[in-house]
Every structure is written in C-alpha cells, then in structure tokens.
C-alpha cells in the first residue's frame, strides 16, 4: 500500500485523486473513487446553489469517506464555497484565481484547502497563503490548463518551493507508471481526470468517451478555441471542429468555420454551439463529436471505460509494482 503524508492528511487509503471534470463528475463518481480509497472530487464551479446542495448530500449519502469540491475562481464562489462549508464538505479545492480571501474561513470550518498552480512562484505565493495542498497541473493536462510547463519538469520545481507541504502532481497520468514517476520527482499524490472521464460512472456521452479511447498520445491540442463561455486556455482532442479551423487557416473568432451554429441540444432543451466551452454528457442530441471533448495527453493511455473503483485498485497495484521494478535496478 503506497502512503503519503497527503494520505495521512486526508484519511484515504491510497494517494489518488479524481479530478473534477466539469460536468461529468457525478455523485456516484465521486463516492465511488473515495469508497474505493482515493479522494473524489465534484465540480461545483457553475452549478446552481440547489443543484449543489443536492449533489454534496447525494455523495454523503453514498460514502462516509473524505471528498472534495472544486471552485474555478473565475467566477465569485462566496455564494457556493458557503454551501460547501456548511454542509460540511471536507475538501475544497480552489483553481484559475487566488484562494487567499478564502483560506481562512475555509480552515475555521475544519476542512483542508487545494490550490491548483502551474509554476514554483505559484507554489511559494500559496504556500504564504496558507494553502494545506498544491496541484501542480502539468501543461499536457486536459480540459482547461492554468501553467504551460511540462509535469515533468514542473514537479521537481513546485515540491522545491512547497517545502513541507504536500504536492499534487497533475497532467498527463494516465496509470501507474505514471503515478510512479510522480512519486519519484517527489509528489504526494496524483490527480487524474482523463482516465475518471472513461469511467462507468462519469456522465460524460457515450461518444465523448470513445473518443477518448480511441485516441493515442498525439491527439490533443492546445488552444482557445472552444471560448463559447469561458475565453481560456485548454487541452481538447482535435476534433472534426478543430480540423475545419486549422484548414481554414486558424481564423480568428468571428471569421471561424461555423461560426454561431447550432450543433446539439441539451437535455434541458438549451442549444449547444459549435465554439461553446460545455462538455457533452448523456443527454445531449446532435453532433457530439464535433464538440469540445476535453482530454489530457494521457488519453493514449486509456483503452477502456471501467468502474472508477477499478481503475483506483488498478492505479495504485501498478504504482505499486513500477516502484518495485525501478528499485530492483539497483544492485547491492
């Protein structure tokens, strides 16, 4: 069993962590990584204070293991990280902002603080913050990315500047090889959110995730295209959307093929355009593969949709075995 101090911290049995996902983290998501002894993570960025509230006692009515929610401060989240603490979540995780004014008031309700960052500086200002846990998200991570530096490099520089506290290594991980080479540069944990898409219990559309199973190392890019909603940087796989644009010559918004068209329809009955920034979920009709279809360069090690708390079991035992082969290399 592979423990770290981040394992300790939070009272999970392995040091895996689901990653949000937007809209396809679900509470069945959620309670079965953190049932299965990793830390399940909900997107709450966007969702309705009700639809929030709902969801956080849904994942408590399923698991009495820790568990977290995730808060894009790109938005004002005063409102939902409230609903957060007074349900009692024991996890917040904050990304794309300063978590400071919050640190605080989070800490006095007794949970821990996350803060995804994308450089050493990031880590060292957050470390002043008071932060108890920093992702380092590498630049091959999928959906939107915050740093532009590789995992492999990134990882070394951020656990240099964290010092004591525990770092997160994020972008790219896509199974235990990968969790071992993390551990090795010195994380204390791993956050995956391309392999938790290609799971039984994601709500991501049935073809969104062969997508991503079809998919090998080189099928991503990095880009703005998809800014319908949100104008960031981000990893998608490079879709029938994507290619039209890079044909046309990479024009600028406005000028892009298909501008403003309606490609799907929500289950809600809202349309779904061909730029905007929504995931697809079950649900949806229309043209989903044409879509934003966010995924890491980890998506060439996904060959399967499985159960999530398979895919724990699975991550830790091989980590567990990669560990065990780089240390047999050795000689007396």
């Not at 770290?4 to 679900?26: C, R, W």
């Not at 994942?59 to 603490?85: H, K, M, Y």
């Not at 997508?211 to 890019?221: L, R």
């Not at 104008?231 to 044909?247: G, M």
């Amino acid at each position: 069993m592979i423990r770290t101090t981040f394992s300790e911290l939070l009272g999970i049995d392995v040091p895996i962590v689901q990653a949000p996902i937007g809209a396809a983290s679900t509470a069945q998501l959620v309670a079965a990584v953190s049932d299965a002894g990793g830390l399940g993570m909900l997107s709450g960025s966007w969702r309705e204070p009700d639809e929030l509230r709902a969801l956080i006692a849904d994942i408590q009515s399923r698991t009495e293991r820790a568990f977290g929610v995730n808060l894009g401060l790109a938005w004002d989240q005063a409102e939902r990280l409230a609903i957060c603490l007074d349900a009692g979540v024991p996890v917040v995780s904050f990304f794309w902002g300063d978590p400071s004014t919050f640190v605080e008031e989070v800490h006095a309700a007794g949970a821990v603080v996350m803060q995804t960052i994308g450089s050493a500086e990031d880590a060292r200002r957050q470390v002043a913050n008071g932060v108890d846990v920093l992702v380092a998200q590498g630049w091959e991570a999928g959906g939107h990315v915050w740093g532009e530096v590789a995992t492999m490099a990134l990882i070394p520089a951020v656990v240099d500047a964290a010092g004591s506290v525990p770092v997160i290594a994020a972008g790219g991980i896509g199974d235990g090889r990968g969790m071992a080479a993390a551990l090795a540069l010195g994380a204390q944990g791993v956050w995956l959110g391309t392999r938790f898409l290609a799971s039984i219990e994601s709500a991501a559309h049935h073809v969104y995730k062969g997508a991503v199973i079809a998919a090998d190392e080189a099928a991503t890019a990095y880009t703005t295209l998809f800014d319908g909603g949100w104008a960031a940087p981000h990893r998608v796989l490079r879709n029938s959307t994507y290619r039209a644009w890079e044909a046309a010559g990479r024009p600028a918004q406005g000028r892009r093929p298909g501008e403003d068209e309606q490609l799907a329809t929500n289950a809600d009955g809202s349309a779904v355009r061909r730029y905007d920034d929504a995931k697809p979920v079950e649900g949806i009709s229309g043209d989903v593969e044409a879509l934003s279809l966010y995924a890491g360069q980890s998506a060439g090690l996904v060959h399967d949709v499985r159960p999530s708390a398979q895919i724990v079991f699975d991550l830790a035992d091989e980590a567990e075995r990669a560990l065990r082969r780089a240390l047999s290399t050795f000689g007396e």
